[in-house]
């Protein structure tokens, strides 16, 4: 991607490796996540980039990892090229429902792409794989490791 036609952000977005860590240094209890639920957000993003990490560490051909974040505040949580220059977009939502505003980040990166965009995923706490188009999915948390 090199950051030209899919833009990377000037400031990086950076993960914590261990979000079960990162979740005992907040002092975080299952109790209180369940009950402040826009603090299991950040934690499920962090917990997917570090299997992204791990996934791309033994594909057959190096996967950048990026974010992706525009002029007009639109992101997508992790953008992935291989050496081809195909894109894949993966948005993380801890939310059991998916709606169309949900995909307007890969929209955005699908549409700057081009014919590179290969696919836009929608991770999310539900129990259906939903088509929102042409290479737009929202998908079940689990189908990470599918």
Request: proline fraction near 5%; include cysteine; hydrophobic fraction near 45%.
């Amino acid at each position: 991607m090199g950051c030209v036609p899919v833009s990377c952000v000037a400031t990086p977005k950076l993960h914590f490796i261990d979000p079960g860590l990162l979740t005992a240094l907040h002092g975080y209890s299952i109790a209180r996540l369940r009950s402040e639920r826009g603090r299991v957000g950040p934690l499920l993003e962090s917990f997917v980039f570090s299997e992204l990490i791990k996934g791309a560490a033994w594909t057959k051909e190096p996967v950048a990892i990026f974010h992706y974040r525009d002029k007009d505040q639109l992101e997508v949580d992790f953008v992935l090229e291989n050496p081809a220059g195909q894109i894949v977009g993966i948005e993380v939502k801890a939310a059991a429902s998916v709606t169309h505003r949900d995909l307007a980040g890969l929209e955005r990166v699908a549409s700057a792409a081009g014919s590179d965009f290969v696919q836009g995923i929608v991770l999310y706490d539900g129990k259906q794989t939903l088509s929102f188009g042409k290479n737009l999915l929202a998908a079940p948390l689990p189908t990470l490791w599918a």
